[in-house]
């Protein structure tokens, strides 16, 4: 059983960061695969970050590559997306995920092999242009 909270998100001007959360609790070889990804309004659920916890492996899409990063913060159970120059097209419900996956298979596209149970609980990012 993984449980998955999230916070951080908001609203920003285009050019400004924000940085989400996900804290992941329950069995840590259930969730040792954590990927970020987002779903704009009427358009497809797209991965745009992945990290692999036990070797720190990450992965960016390239729409977000050079602008977004992943960690994680082993103390604290909780991996982190910093989001900077923020894009009108950034706007999105972002979640997070943590799953049981490969380390080949962690991928911000592997999103799609992810059943809803590991998902959080969403967060809106809203980026004025």
């Known amino acids: 059983q993984v449980q998955v909270v999230q916070s951080g998100g908001g609203s920003v001007q285009a050019g400004g960061s924000l940085r989400l959360s996900c804290a992941a609790s329950?069995?840590?070889?259930?969730?040792?695969?954590v990927i970020w990804f987002r779903q704009p309004p009427g358009k497809r659920r797209e991965g745009v970050a992945s990290i692999y916890i036990r070797s720190g492996v990450t992965d960016y899409a390239d729409s977000v590559k050079g602008r977004f990063t992943i960690s994680q913060d082993n103390s604290k159970d909780t991996v982190y997306l910093q989001m900077e120059s923020l894009q009108a097209e950034d706007t999105a419900m972002y979640y997070c995920?943590?799953?049981?996956?490969?380390?080949?298979?962690?991928?911000?596209?592997?999103?799609?092999?992810?059943?809803?149970?590991?998902w959080g609980q969403g967060t809106q990012v809203t980026v004025s242009s």
């Open positions: 995920a943590a799953a049981p996956l490969l380390e080949r298979l962690c991928i911000p596209s592997s999103i799609g092999a992810v059943p809803e149970n590991y």
């Open positions: 329950g069995d840590p070889s259930m969730r040792v695969c």
